[in-house]
């Protein structure tokens, strides 16, 4: 859920971008987000968890990035994704739900704005077999591919969620987190982490945890906003809402 949130992990974890060449379907979203570095985050709290902009200024076009992804109590992130002729057309819907005290299952919904989904518009279904498990896991090394790797991939992995699984999943089953140091570009982490732990203090101590909905009333999140736009300055640069 982490990784979903930290939009910092895409500039080189996600990396079209190799020896200083883009790839032929780098649009200029994801040049901007390749070419300059770490996002600014800027964070707001809402009824239902936290809207994230991650903010990427690119210092030679004078263009700046931004991204607004959404942490949805309890276990849900909404993450903007495909864009067409410049605008968001499609936001990813990521909901990590326990399995057993060491694994979980990642449900993935997708869907666009100005149409239907077409067979072929998202690239998660290569990456999972018929038994609802990643085909490049663990077991085989992800199917890292070296000459990939040299040629157009920071990684060698395909595909965005074995990119993920790879590095979340080789931190071992349960990671030490007291032993990170983390930085500027995890503050969306840090946010979210910090008001978990409260959250349970308080459920710990007899609060109803937060993000309940007891009535079909309250079951309306229409106010998510997720965004993906770029300007020619910072003047777009304030989370939507």
């Not at 067979?119 to 085989?140: Q, S, T, W, Y």
Request: one cysteine or more; proline letters at 4%; a negative charge.
């Amino acid at each position: 859920m982490e990784g979903d949130i930290d939009s910092s992990h895409t500039v080189y974890l996600h990396r079209r971008n190799v020896h200083g060449k883009l790839s032929p379907n780098t649009d200029e979203l994801n040049f901007l987000r390749e070419a300059s570095g770490a996002p600014v985050f800027e964070i707001e709290r809402t009824r239902f968890g936290f809207k994230g902009a991650a903010v990427y200024r690119h210092e030679e076009s004078g263009k700046t990035l931004t991204r607004v992804t959404n942490f949805v109590l309890p276990l849900t992130v909404c993450i903007p994704s495909r864009v067409v002729n410049g605008k968001l057309d499609s936001i990813n819907v990521n909901f990590q739900g326990p399995r057993d005290d060491d694994t979980n299952w990642r449900y993935q919904i997708h869907f666009r704005m100005t149409g239907p989904v077409e067979e072929g518009n998202f690239r998660v279904e290569p990456e999972v077999g018929a038994d609802h498990r990643k085909i490049g896991n663990l077991h085989n090394q992800y199917l890292q591919d070296r000459k990939r790797q040299k040629e157009n991939s920071y990684t060698g992995i395909a595909g965005f969620l074995t990119q993920d699984s790879c590095v979340t999943e080789t931190m071992g089953v349960v990671c030490d987190r007291a032993s990170e140091h983390l930085g500027v570009s995890d503050t969306f982490v840090i946010t979210v982490r910090r008001y978990l732990l409260g959250v349970l203090d308080a459920f710990l101590k007899g609060a109803e945890p937060p993000g309940l909905a007891r009535e079909p009333g309250e079951n309306d999140f229409s106010d998510i906003v997720c965004e993906a736009s770029v300007s020619a300055g910072d003047e777009d640069r304030a989370v939507k809402s």
